[in-house]
Nanobody
Framework: QVQLVESGGGLVQAGGSLRLSCAAS????????VGWFRQAPGKERDMVAA????????YYADSVKGRFSISRDNAKNTVLLQMNSLKPEDTAVYYC????????????????WGQGTQVTVSS
């Protein structure tokens, strides 16, 4: 079992920045790839970014490329999502999720999920 807890969400103006944190406990965190997903009201939960078990490979959705950055510190069991140049359309609940081995862009490939953190970007 892996337990995940997100933090760092909040209200920010368009153009601002937030840094989300996903803290893990339980099994060896370095065995797991991690993805960040987001879900806006009435919409599907979509992948935003993902990182491999050792941080050597990352993925970004086209909508966030060049603005978001994912990183991890396995010694601290933490994955960060740095979000810059935020737009109102980035408003959503953000979730981190973990799966063994390599990351996937499909949400049903992830076994462990956090409770989510709200990000609201005002115009």
């Amino acid at each position: 079992q892996v337990q995940l807890v997100e933090s760092g969400g909040g209200l920010v103006q368009a153009g601002g920045s937030l840094r989300l944190s996903c803290a893990a406990s339980g099994r060896t965190f370095s065995d797991y790839a991690v993805g960040w997903f987001r879900q806006a009201p009435g919409k599907e939960r979509d992948m935003v970014a993902a990182i491999s078990w050792n941080g050597g490979s990352t993925y970004y959705a086209d909508s966030v490329k060049g603005r978001f950055s994912i990183s991890r510190d396995n010694a601290k069991n933490t994955v960060l999502l740095q979000m810059n140049s935020l737009k109102p359309e980035d408003t959503a609940v953000y979730y981190c999720a973990a799966r063994r081995a390599f990351y996937s862009t499909l949400r049903n490939h992830y076994q462990y999920w956090g409770q989510g953190t709200q990000v609201t970007v005002s115009s």
